[in-house]
Nanobody, 123 residues
Framework: QVQLVESGGGSVQAGGSLSLSCAAS???????MGWFRQAPGKEREGVAA???????RYADSMKGRFTASKDNAKNTLYLQMNNLKPEDSGIYYC??????????????????WGQGTQVTVSS
């Protein structure tokens, strides 16, 4: 059983930065740990992920702006978000998936979800 708790959301102006954290409990070494987001009226989409081998994956629109990392000793996943845009607003979820590679960012593959944290970017 894996439990995930996100923190660090908030409000920021366009061009600003936010950092999110996801504290995990349970054994996560075999999982791909990812960040997903959902805006009102839209489907949940993959943002960034750190796979079990340490490799990272990003959705195209986040490349160069977002950085995902994981501290294995703390069992914590991070997301550094820079140059934020209003379209980045939404609820950000941490997830653990047994799918790997490009499937890390497939929301349908996640087996465990955090409760989500709100990110609001104003123009």
């Amino acid at each position: 059983q894996v439990q995930l708790v996100e923190s660090g959301g908030g409000s920021v102006q366009a061009g600003g930065s936010l950092s999110l954290s996801c504290a995990a409990s349970g054994y996560t070494s075999n999982y791909c740990m990812g960040w997903f987001r959902q805006a009102p009226g839209k489907e949940r989409e993959g943002v960034a992920a750190v796979d079990s081998d340490g490799s990272t994956r990003y959705a195209d629109s986040m490349k160069g702006r977002f950085t995902a990392s994981k501290d294995n000793a703390k069992n914590t996943l991070y997301l550094q978000m820079n140059n934020l845009k209003p379209e980045d607003s939404g609820i950000y979820y941490c997830a653990a998936s047994l799918y790997h590679g490009r499937h890390c960012l497939w929301a349908g593959g996640a087996g465990y979800w955090g409760q989500g944290t709100q990110v609001t970017v104003s123009s």
